[in-house]
């Protein structure tokens, strides 16, 4: 018996000037990009209101901004979404990804 064949598919990461918020996006994906880097960037607005929603991964150094480390799963990916979506950091609101085929979603 023959199968179809599945090509593997292929996402870019892409940082957009302005921030996408639309639910709907990224049906299908099981929240990739919410576990394959090390860090998310954050402001100290965002340091203290991620802090008061319960972060325990948090991390600041004398230089640089502070971060949400996400090493291995955020801690706030619930499932294949992000549990606090309205509340998500500017730079996961900043961030979509493409396919080789041209298909765009934002986590
Ligand atoms: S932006 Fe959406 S589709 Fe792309 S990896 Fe993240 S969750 Fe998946
Ligand atoms: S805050 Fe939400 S969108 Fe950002 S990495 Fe965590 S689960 Fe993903």
Redesign the pocket.
């Known amino acids: 018996m023959l199968f179809p064949r599945r090509e593997k598919e292929v996402r870019h990461g892409i940082l957009l000037e302005n921030p996408v918020d639309d639910p709907a996006c990224c049906r299908g994906c099981d929240?990739i990009?919410?576990r394959s880097?090390p860090s998310?960037e954050l402001t100290w607005e965002e340091y203290e209101q991620?802090q008061a929603l319960g972060a325990t991964r948090l991390e600041f150094a004398l230089y640089g901004p502070p971060r949400?480390m996400?090493e291995n799963g955020?801690?706030?990916?619930?499932g294949s979404?992000?549990?606090?979506?309205l509340h998500?950091?500017a730079?996961?609101r900043h961030?979509i990804c493409r396919t080789d085929g041209g298909g765009a979603s934002s986590?």
Request: glycine share 8%.
């Open positions: 929240g990009c919410c880097f998310v991620l949400l996400i955020c801690e706030f990916q619930v979404r992000c549990g606090i979506y998500r950091p730079i996961c961030f986590a």
